[in-house]
């Protein structure tokens, strides 16, 4: 089953909503009857949107990763006229709003139950990580291949901060990447 679909203007609130609903109470303690009475929907109407758990657990996942990534497109691209220090700054506060839905996310992705979904969102992340890299290749004036390793450390970096939390580490560790010398 094809997890990585778009999502509806109604499925798209739901999920984000749904998102809340994971990140407050975990994977295992959240039913589609639990999230339906957090947020404020019949069960049926659930139903209606998505076939399963599973399939809201899969596009909630996807929902949030193509919003990091678009997040950190518009502070790459070629556009952008962001320093290395505001690049830093505004990655750090948007991994800091986002924890909790990243957590998440890393709890579904070490899930065996989920293998599919993370093998799936794995090939999804890939192929927008090497269309980031060829962006800040373009911007830079660098390799493909280098730009794709930025983007992939930069990501790595806030996977990390998402576990620990430690939201200096994440700063020090971006900064060193941006240099202003790079970027």
């Known amino acids: 089953m094809e997890m990585i679909q778009e999502l509806n203007a ?41 076939e399963n758990k599973d399939d809201i657990v899969g596009k909630c996942v996807i929902k949030k ?6 997040h950190i497109h ?19 506060d948007y991994a800091e709003t986002e924890r909790d839905a990243e957590r998440f996310i890393l709890q579904v992705m070490a899930s065996h139950k989920y293998e599919q979904i993370a093998l799936e969102i794995n090939a999804h992340m890939e192929k927008n990580l090497r269309e980031q890299g060829t962006l800040l290749a373009k911007k830079h004036g660098v390799t493909e291949e280098v730009g794709y390793l930025m983007v992939s ?3 790595s970096v806030m996977m990390a ?3 620990n ?19």
């Open 161 to 163: 901060y998402f576990i």
């Open 153 to 155: 450390m930069m990501n």
């Open 165 to 183: 939390g430690d939201k200096k580490l994440l700063y020090d560790q971006l900064e060193i990447l941006l240099k202003e010398d790079f970027y």
């Open 74 to 92: 518009e502070l790459l691209n070629e556009n952008s006229k962001l320093g290395a220090h505001a690049v830093c700054e505004s990655l750090v």
């Open 10 to 50: 109604r499925q798209s609130v739901m999920a984000e909503n749904f998102l809340k609903v994971f990140s407050k109470y975990g994977l295992d303690n959240t039913s589609t009857k639990k999230l339906s009475e957090e947020c404020g929907i019949n069960e049926a109407l659930f139903y209606r949107y998505f």
């Open 65 to 70: 990763r193509v919003e990091i990534l678009e």
